[in-house]
């Protein structure tokens, strides 16, 4: 009798230890449903304003800002021109404007592109406060360490300036796509922003 009770409380033992090795929970997967409430606003009006200054910007159909350099501008800027001259050097000041509209504090802007058929482009950052220069380069390609990246305060916002260099060819599609990033100053180390440095 003494022998079967030193069993049973060793296969209890064993049973305990097995449990602590694969864990102890009821359940593997479970699934809950709740309310989330999501407004998409228009660049003009997100947490990250994006709005146009001149007449070389303009919000489109879905609210999204919208840069046309070229003949078919539909503020009729360039009259009879076709669009810019090759080998040439364009400064187009006071495009659009960035502004910090979000609660919480400073965040971190920059810009990339893709797809521009031009020898130079450069996108500068003018007159915010948070600023460590005026004008401030606003390409990530710029910097090498996000903490120099472009510092906009909450609330306030700066100008974007655009000097765009083309080269020899007469291309009629020389321009691309212009992404702004924007990240928290206390989160723009995270993969997804320093990514781009």
Do not use: C, W
């Given at each position: ?104 504090g400073d965040v971190r802007i920059i810009c990339t592109t893709s797809g521009f058929n031009l020898d130079n482009l450069e996108i ?74």
């Open positions: 009798m003494a022998s079967r009770r030193k069993l049973i409380a060793g296969l209890g033992a064993l049973a305990s230890g097995s449990a602590a090795a694969v864990g102890t929970g009821a359940f593997t997967t479970a699934s809950a449903q709740r309310t989330t409430q999501v407004n998409v606003a228009a660049d003009s009006s997100g947490y990250v304003g994006i709005s146009a200054n001149g007449p070389y910007a303009s919000g489109t159909g879905n609210g999204q800002l919208e840069l046309d350099f070229s003949s078919s501008n539909s503020q009729g800027v360039f009259g009879d021109g076709k669009g810019l001259n090759p080998d040439s050097e364009y400064n187009f000041d006071n495009v659009f404007q960035v502004a910090n509209q979000a609660a919480g500068e950052a003018v007159g915010g406060t948070g600023l460590s220069s005026s004008p401030q380069s606003l390409l990530a390609e710029d910097y090498t360490d996000p903490v120099n990246a472009p510092k906009l305060a909450q609330p306030d916002s700066f100008t974007v300036d655009l000097t765009m260099e083309t080269n020899g060819s007469t291309d009629n599609a020389a321009g691309g796509t212009l992404t702004i990033h924007a990240a928290r100053s206390n989160e723009y180390e995270s993969a997804d922003f320093s990514s781009l440095f």
